[in-house]
Structure formats: structure tokens, C-alpha cells
């Protein structure tokens, strides 16, 4: 395993450096004066449109997309560091890059699965900007954990699919571009194969008996930037059944071909997350008082800082090798290994934000540093994907089958 970055990730991680001190830390606070003004707080501030031009004239636009028809045509461990800078600012430049989810995800599954009029309505103008997503999978009445319990109904009636079903959490469907869901529901419902149960379908946001009744909050925060979270209805939502992504009773398993980049796409950029605490905490470290000596002289202080600096390495590692071998041995072979970073670095992330916080004091829990809000994110991400547990128990059955 060779982790050293090649020329062209050098390249590009010059780029997005330089990127990122120029235009997207400068942007961070003014978008947040922007919105003030904003008519809708779902609207785009005007700051994240003059910056994803500029991104696109860099060419830092769709540096996720491993296809080279569509994306910049880099491996997972090309994408690593370039996604961990992002990181940094997780509600800024994700967006401005165009490599924010849930467009990220959705995009490869119409890129992956997708037929060619699939490709040329939604494909296309999400690969501009144009326009954008949202993926409707998590349910309130059932536990989504498990996605074989998924309620919805995607029931086929002539040459239309009829949609019936409630959703939440469903992220990015409050942002006024949102044009297009993909839903999962089940279309054969009392199918012997609980995962051959599950069908995706493209659901216009403008079709009849589509209701997006309200935007969810994430710790009081209602992530504006990617388009919120929200609860969506289904009422007999028809639409033709070309919208179907695949084959019926395919949902389940493109769900998990969605879900396994996505995973260490998060990872990634919860690592940058990590690095941006220990930045704040070092600054905060030499700069204050207290007790008649600065923190930065604090013992405790000084633990939290290396014991930062420790886990982030380690993560790093264990990200980069994830991504080597979803890159040699594809996401089925990297299963494990996938599942471990998923366990592994939000729960760590959290415990660096947390000390953050703690130093920071009251302004670690305020809005006028980004730790809170980092906190919010990186917290939600030991449950989104997958909560911890659930790939606790995958892994442990596969490290246990090894001795049966």
C-alpha cells in the first residue's frame, strides 16, 4: 500500500488550498450576513454562486465522480485528501465544488444505473449545478436501520408507478432547486426475498400528491446550505414507469452500491473537520489566559491537543486504506474496512470537537465559531448511514465467521 499523493492529487490539492484561504474561509462569514437578508432562508446566498463559478473556472467541479464521462475521473485515494480540505468547511465548499451530498450520491446512481433519457434530464443538470436532489430512504414509523422495513409503497398501475408513503430526514428537498427524488419503496412487498422487495424510482418534486410538509432540524440547526432535511409525503404520486432506476426489486441492492462511497466520502471530510478543531484549538491555546498562565501551558490543554493530533493520524490511515482498496478490490471487498472508518471516525471526530468546545467555552457553543455547528454535523453522522451499531454487529458476524 502506497499512500503517497501522486502528481496529479498534488496538483489539485495546491489548488483547492489556495482555494479554500482565498475565497471559501473569507466566504464563511459572509454568507452568514448574507442570509439575514435572504427572503427565504432555503434561497442560495449570493457568495455560493459567485464561488461555485470560480470553482468551476479552477476546475475544482465534481472532483467525486471516479467516471471520467462525468467527473474528474479520480480514485477514492486520489479523492481522499482533496475531500478531507473540503472538510474543513463542511457547509461552504462541499457546495460551491459541486461535491456536496445528497447530489454526490445520487449522481452516481443515475451515472451508475441510470438509463441514457435518465441521464440526459436529471444527469446532466445536477453535473452543471443546475439544479438539485434529494434522496428519500429513512422513514419516521419504521426503523430505517434496517431497510428491509422500508413502508412505502411504489405500487405499478398500468404504465405509471403510484407512490405512497412518509419520509424524513430526507436531505436537500427544502432547497428551492431541489427538481428531483429518487424514492425507495417497495414494489413487491410480500416478496420471499426481503432485499428483491425494494424498487427506486425519479419522482419529480412538482408532481401531484408530493407534499414537502417541513424542514427538519439537526440540533436546532436547519443545514441550509445543503438544502435542509425534510419531511416529505407521498400521496399517490404517479409517475410513468420509466422513472424507474434499474430493475424492480433492485432498490436494495443500489442502495448499498449509493451508500458505500458515500460512507467514506463523509469520513473524508469528517477528517478535515478534525484537522480545522485542532487548528481552532491551538489558536485559542496561545491566545488566552488563565489561572495566571495561557492554556496552551494547561496540562490538560496539552493532552487534548496531542491526543487530537494522535487520533487524526490514525484515522487518516485507516480512511486512505479504505479508499486503496475500494480502489483495488472494489466496495464489496472492502467491506470491513469501510465499515470500520464508519464506526470509527465520527465517534472520534466527536470527541475532538467536543474537547474543542470545551475550550472554546461559551464561544464553543456559540455562532460565532463553527465548532457547534461542526459538532451538529459530525454527531449526526454516527447515526446517518447507518448508525453504529448496525455495522458494529455487520462487522463482528464477519470477524466471527472466520472461527465457526
Not at 6 to 33: G, N, S, W
Request: hydrophobic share 40%; net charge negative.
Amino acid at each position: 500500500m502506497d499512500f503517497a499523493f501522486d502528481a496529479r492529487t498534488e496538483e489539485l490539492r495546491a489548488k483547492l488550498l489556495a482555494f479554500m484561504d482565498e475565497y471559501v474561509y473569507p466566504a464563511e462569514r459572509i454568507a452568514h450576513e448574507q442570509r439575514a437578508g435572504l427572503a427565504s432562508p432555503w434561497e442560495t446566498v449570493p457568495v455560493v454562486e459567485e464561488l461555485k463559478a470560480e470553482a468551476r473556472r479552477q476546475g475544482l467541479w465534481n472532483l467525486f465522480l471516479p467516471d471520467e464521462e462525468y467527473g474528474a475521473g479520480l480514485t477514492n485515494l486520489q479523492y481522499a485528501p482533496l475531500a478531507e480540505i473540503m472538510g474543513r468547511s463542511p457547509q461552504i465548499a462541499p457546495t460551491v465544488t459541486n461535491c456536496a451530498a445528497p447530489d454526490t450520491g445520487n449522481m452516481e446512481v443515475l451515472a451508475q444505473f441510470g438509463d441514457e433519457a435518465q441521464k440526459k434530464q436529471w444527469l446532466q443538470p445536477l453535473l452543471a449545478g443546475e439544479i438539485r436532489s434529494a434522496f428519500a430512504m429513512t422513514e419516521p414509523d419504521v426503523a430505517s436501520s434496517d431497510a428491509t422495513n422500508i413502508t412505502t409503497h411504489i405500487e405499478r398501475d398500468g404504465d405509471e408507478y403510484v407512490i405512497t408513503g412518509r419520509k424524513w430526514y430526507i436531505s436537500g428537498a427544502m432547497h428551492p432547486d431541489c427538481r428531483i427524488f429518487i424514492v425507495m419503496g417497495k414494489t413487491d412487498p410480500d416478496g420471499p426475498d426481503i432485499r428483491r422487495q425494494q424498487s427506486m424510482v425519479l419522482v419529480p418534486r412538482d408532481t401531484p400528491g408530493v407534499t414537502v410538509r417541513r424542514a427538519m432540524q439537526v440540533f436546532g440547526y436547519e443545514d441550509h446550505y445543503h438544502g435542509g432535511h425534510a419531511e416529505v409525503i407521498f400521496d399517490g404520486a404517479r409517475v410513468p414507469v420509466s422513472n424507474l432506476i434499474g430493475e424492480e426489486g433492485g432498490g436494495f441492492a443500489i442502495a448499498q452500491a449509493r451508500l458505500g462511497p458515500g460512507r467514506i466520502h463523509h469520513c473524508m471530510r469528517l477528517i478535515g473537520m478534525a484537522e480545522r478543531a485542532i487548528e481552532l484549538m491551538c489558536r485559542r491555546a496561545v491566545s488566552r489566559d488563565a489561572f495566571g498562565k495561557a492554556l496552551a501551558q494547561q496540562g490538560v490543554v496539552q493532552n487534548w491537543i496531542a491526543d487530537a493530533r494522535v487520533s487524526v493520524e490514525q484515522l487518516r490511515l485507516l480512511v486512505l486504506k479504505t479508499a486503496w482498496m475500494m480502489d483495488t478490490v472494489g466496495n464489496r471487498g472492502a467491506h470491513t474496512e469501510i465499515q470500520a472508518i464508519k464506526i470509527a471516525t465520527p465517534r472520534t471526530v466527536v470527541g475532538i470537537l467536543d474537547r474543542a468546545i470545551q475550550l472554546y467555552g461559551a464561544g464553543g457553543v456559540s455562532q460565532d465559531f463553527p465548532l457547534a455547528e461542526l459538532y451538529a454535523g459530525a454527531r449526526t453522522l454516527m447515526i446517518a448511514d447507518g448508525p453504529d451499531e448496525v455495522h458494529q454487529r455487520s462487522l463482528a458476524r464477519r470477524e466471527l465467521k472466520k472461527y465457526r
